[in-house]
């Protein structure tokens, strides 16, 4: 069965600074990987997403993420922080078609000015 | 504009009550699904649906039910089995043959 972990579930960093969160994945084959963003109270907007070819994948307000297969790994990155970024985070996985999605449970940003 | 809506945003329910919430999308989307959110434990899938009067089990089905008979709706009851209801519910979609889902605003559902 597939699984996703973040490790952190809260995070705090300077507007300005660099942003790294991490996810790791278990699944067999090549999986299919996403991270979303959801404001309180909102519904989730899909950040970027992975499905093959370039492991460096380029996404929404700034966001990059790696996949390494290696390290079972799909951190996500974004150079210099903003205030509006403030927001939880949620890594997942798919195995395909309408495979079922698998969550993390989401690590929670804040930044302080 | 196309997208995903649910309603009502907040909702109370009675002790032995059935209460649905509705889900609809003009996205022209196959799929769609039911996910239940409490704090710290990430979504987990209620229901799903890949065509219209089929659906699916996920992987806390016990006290809800769903109905699929048109394309754009997706409704999900929440029974009076459902002993735990307290929850921020969240309806997605996805386009066909795609793994990428579309998340809806979101109900918050209270017990009174």
């Known amino acids: 069965a597939q699984s996703v972990t973040q490790p952190d579930i809260h995070i705090t960093v300077s507007e300005g600074a660099s942003l790294e969160l991490r996810c790791n994945y278990s699944y067999g084959a090549t999986p299919y990987l996403f991270w979303y963003v959801q404001s309180p109270g909102q519904g989730l907007q899909l950040l970027l997403k992975?499905?093959?070819?370039?492991?460096l994948v380029q996404g929404i307000k700034g966001f990059e993420a790696e996949f390494k297969r290696s390290q079972s790994s799909f951190n996500l990155r974004k150079p210099s922080v903003h205030w509006s970024d403030a927001a939880e985070y949620f890594c997942a996985v798919g195995s395909g078609g309408y495979q079922k999605v698998t969550f993390g449970t989401g690590t929670k940003l804040q930044v302080i000015p | 504009d196309g997208g995903i809506t649910q309603s009502p945003k907040y909702l109370f329910r009675k002790e032995g009550q059935n209460v649905t919430l509705s889900c609809e999308q003009n996205?022209?989307?196959?799929?769609m699904y039911w996910y239940r959110q409490d704090p710290g434990q990430g979504l987990r899938l209620i229901y799903y649906s890949q065509i219209v009067n089929d659906f699916q089990k996920g992987d806390i089905a016990e006290g809800y039910s769903v109905s699929r008979e048109k394309k754009e709706s997706f409704p999900l009851t929440v029974t009076s089995a459902q002993k735990n209801p307290t929850a921020f519910y969240l309806c997605a979609s996805s386009p066909p043959y795609q793994e990428t889902q579309y998340f809806g605003p979101g109900t918050r559902l209270l017990v009174l």
């Open positions: 996205l022209n989307h196959d799929a």
């Open positions: 992975y499905f093959s070819g370039d492991t």
